[in-house]
């Protein structure tokens, strides 16, 4: 009679309601309802060095998108002890994140790691696909680029008792199932997608096989709900954020030379530990090295990425002849077997010292080099050589001196 229990037609949605920002201290959030089922879904940006770690008998790598689905039992008015992930909260949350994967950002462009969690907060049917609709619209919120929006729906059939021995054109589809139409149907066909094409599909039945008609009717009643829904998206959020929320951690890109990745990793990774301590320590900071020489460092902290920044380019940065540096006198050198002092010890740049020879100090003879120059003093010099394969490097205040006169 083309009656549904909630006196809906075949091809109509449940009522949707949207909403965005509407947790201001994450950095995404988006609640989206559909009936009587409704997705909180929450985003977190990371470091780059956050990806997740895959290790399985057929691959090793990480992932830098990562969806969790949680299925409370208060969702379903039910009381019963919250134990392990079940297979049905994976299953679901893994066809969400295979359904936005095609239209994440690349790392070059969005170098972030992305976590979405869903949870559902009510369910009366195809709640994963509202977790889809509801990642969406958190990852808009926390101003991740999509290439499009995605949005997803679950379609629904009723057959004949006799369909599997006698299959025939007899059959009805149904858009947006209610939970006692996936209880009491013979399908459950999930398919998300962006206005132009599918993302992602899962199908269960209960019948031996689907024909042909039946797939196509369903992917055309799938594909015109969810151009509804996609319109509904876009009249709440039709691009995502310009800024990051001010919670999020920012990143700071460095390109260097790949040859001197080791030299800013150091011995046991020495020197970029260094940094990152001497920045504020793991829990404020991190740096990550690519091996194409991209260095990213995450921070909450404009102070220690502004730290990290400084050091890593004068760390690696090359000293010049010619070029005038502020310097500091870290030490006063002696002759090893008259005692003389011979000149002192400055350094150019972090990692990098040089020496001021005794004869490059002044214009005029100077009797002893701490009688002109004092540890800790801060004097301004003029690098008159470098012996790049010695690690030498030759400070003048003399020949400053003389350019000025």
């Known amino acids: 009679k083309g009656v549904r229990p909630d006196g809906r037609k075949l091809d109509e949605i ?37 990806e997740q770690t895959i290790e399985t008998m057929e691959e090793e790598g990480t992932k830098r998108y990562m969806h969790h689905y949680n299925f409370p039992p208060f969702s379903t ?13 994976i299953g679901h949350g893994a066809l969400a994140e295979k359904a936005l994967i095609p239209v994440l950002p690349s790392k070059e462009d969005f170098p972030y790691t992305i976590r979405v969690v869903s949870e559902i907060m009510a369910s009366n049917g195809s709640s994963s696909m509202a977790a889809t609709c509801g990642s969406t619209l958190a990852l808009l919120d926390a101003g991740v680029p999509l290439s ?10 009723v057959t004949p008792e006799d369909f599997n021995t006698q299959p025939s054109e007899d ?41 042909y008609p039946i797939v196509e009717k369903a992917f055309e009643a799938a594909k015109k709900a969810r151009l509804e829904i996609l319109e509904k998206i876009t009249a709440v959020l039709p691009n995502h954020r310009e800024e990051l929320s001010p919670y999020a951690p920012r990143i ?8 001197r990745i080791a030299e800013l990793i150091g011995p046991g990774g020495k020197v970029i530990r260094k940094i990152v301590e001497d920045a504020g320590g793991k829990e404020i900071i991190s740096v990550d090295i690519d091996d194409s020489g991209l260095v990213m460092i995450t921070s909450n902290s404009p102070e220690a990425t502004k730290y990290a920044k400084t050091t890593i380019e004068n760390l690696l940065k090359t000293v010049e002849v010619g070029e005038i540096y502020d310097v500091k006198i870290e030490e006063i050198i002696k002759d090893r077997n008259s005692g003389a002092e011979i000149g002192a010890i400055a350094e150019v ?14 214009n005029f003879r100077v009797p002893s080099v701490s009688s002109q120059l004092k540890i800790g ?3 301004k010099v003029k690098v008159v050589g470098v012996d790049k394969e010695r690690g030498r490097i030759a400070l003048s205040i003399k020949q400053l001196d003389i350019a000025k006169a």
Do not use: C, N, W, Y
Request: charged share 25%; aromatic share 4%.
């Open 349 to 362: 740049l972090p990692g990098k010292s040089g020496m001021i020879h005794i004869s490059e100090i002044a």
């Open 171 to 211: 059959f009805i589809i149904l858009t947006d199932i209610a939970g006692i139409e996936d209880f009491a149907g013979d399908m459950d066909f999930k398919v998300a997608g962006t206005k132009d094409g599918i993302t992602a599909v899962q199908m269960d039945t209960k019948l031996k096989g689907l024909t």
């Open 14 to 50: 449940r009522p949707i309601d949207i909403e965005v920002g509407l947790l201001p201290r994450t950095h995404g959030s988006g609640l989206f309802s559909r009936g009587q089922t409704q997705s909180l879904s929450i985003v977190t940006l990371g470091a780059p060095e956050d």
């Open 77 to 89: 008015g039910e009381i019963r002890q919250m134990r392990s992930t079940s297979r049905r909260e």
């Open 377 to 379: 003093q801060t004097v």
């Open 148 to 157: 499009k929006p995605v949005a997803g729906i679950a379609i629904g059939l």
């Open 252 to 259: 700071e890109k460095i390109i260097i030379d790949p040859t």
